[in-house]
């Protein structure tokens, strides 16, 4: 499997150290490695792309990639951008990680060309059936959980001229990748049906969030990033606890859990219509039609 580690931090001054001291060790034997950042652009945020320009080494252009094709751009597609290696750079970046999320780091001996041709590259995912689908490389939650199962052929094909890859996931734990060994060039990041579940599963509770949030802002209001995220899967384990196999009934039993009183599954109409859902595979949003919000 690939070489990762998941390392619990401290605080941000925790994260600050570590950037800084794998630059050092990479740096050995060799020059200094680059720093870049990868973020994942929340569109409701008009100061992330400003926060990161302020940032970045030399001048450096701030680069918008696509979320779909790896070509061109969009305007919600994830941010890149060469930074500043130095202490005050890591601090705001380590604050940013740990308290917001949403950010990757980079080291690598290569051009902002070079890492940014991958990344598009990396987009396009070929499964081991033969199929090909988006990667969403710039969610955190995904990568974190991709680490740690990568052969190292698929290492080789993820990581590319990159030499450490790290992200800090939404309950504060750093999970970073190592390059493999012996490089290869132009091969397709392929995952096999295991992995891709993995991938999959990796990405729910945060549409579930986004589900939540839809239906009303003031449902995970109260609670930290990391409270959130296990909030909504504990309530993804008891949906399923429930039989429901659908990831729409699903969202919708999580959004109806955190709506509703607690037992609310043993009271009309919920229990009805939980069981019809369970047993004869109705779509939970058409048996409460008055109660689902869209999902």
């Given at each position: 499997m690939g070489k990762s580690i998941s390392i619990p931090l401290n605080d941000a001054a925790h994260l600050r150290a570590w950037l800084s001291a794998e630059g050092q060790m990479i740096?050995?034997?060799?020059?200094?490695?680059?720093?870049?950042?990868?973020?994942?652009?929340?569109?409701?945020?008009?100061?992330?792309?400003?926060?990161?320009?302020?940032?970045?080494?030399?001048?450096?252009?701030?680069?918008?990639?696509?979320?779909?094709?790896?070509?061109?751009?969009?305007?919600?597609?994830?941010?890149?951008?060469?930074?500043?290696?130095?202490?005050s750079v890591l601090s705001q970046l380590a604050e940013r990680a740990l308290t917001r999320g949403g950010l990757h780091f980079l080291l690598s001996f290569a051009g902002a060309d070079e890492v940014v041709r991958h990344l598009r590259f990396l987009r396009n995912l070929a499964l081991t059936e033969g199929a090909a689908v988006v990667f969403p490389y710039e969610k955190v939650q995904a990568v974190a959980a991709l680490m740690p199962s990568l052969e190292p052929m698929q290492r080789s094909a993820f990581m590319g001229p990159v030499e450490k890859w790290a992200v800090v996931d939404a309950c504060s734990v750093l999970h970073s990748l190592v390059a493999a060994?012996?490089?290869?060039?132009?091969?397709?990041?392929?995952?096999?049906?295991?992995?891709?579940?993995?991938?999959?599963?990796?990405?729910?509770?945060?549409?579930?969030?986004?589900?939540?949030?839809?239906?009303?802002?003031?449902?995970?209001?109260?609670?930290?990033?990391?409270?959130?995220?296990?909030?909504?899967?504990?309530?993804?384990?008891?949906?399923?606890?429930?039989?429901?196999?659908?990831?729409?009934?699903?969202?919708?039993?999580?959004?109806?859990?955190?709506?509703?009183?607690?037992?609310?599954?043993?009271?009309?109409?919920?229990?009805?219509?939980?069981?019809?859902?369970?047993?004869?595979?109705q779509p939970l949003a058409d048996l409460l039609p008055s109660l689902a919000p869209q999902c």
């Open positions: 740096s050995a034997q060799l020059e200094m490695p680059r720093l870049y950042v990868l973020l994942d652009d929340d569109p409701a945020d008009p100061q992330s792309l400003a926060w990161l320009q302020g940032l970045v080494q030399h001048e450096a252009p701030v680069i918008r990639l696509s979320r779909d094709d790896g070509g061109g751009a969009d305007a919600a597609g994830p941010l890149f951008a060469e930074v500043e290696n130095g202490a060994p012996k490089r290869v060039t132009a091969w397709a990041l392929r995952l096999n049906g295991v992995q891709m579940a993995v991938l999959e599963e990796s990405l729910f509770p945060g549409v579930v969030m986004v589900q939540s949030h839809a239906a009303d802002p003031d449902l995970l209001a109260g609670f930290t990033p990391c409270a959130a995220f296990s909030l909504i899967r504990q309530r993804i384990a008891q949906a399923r606890a429930w039989g429901l196999v659908r990831r729409k009934d699903i969202a919708l039993y999580c959004i109806l859990s955190l709506q509703q009183p607690e037992g609310f599954e043993s009271t009309a109409p919920y229990k009805q219509a939980l069981e019809a859902a369970r047993d004869w595979g």
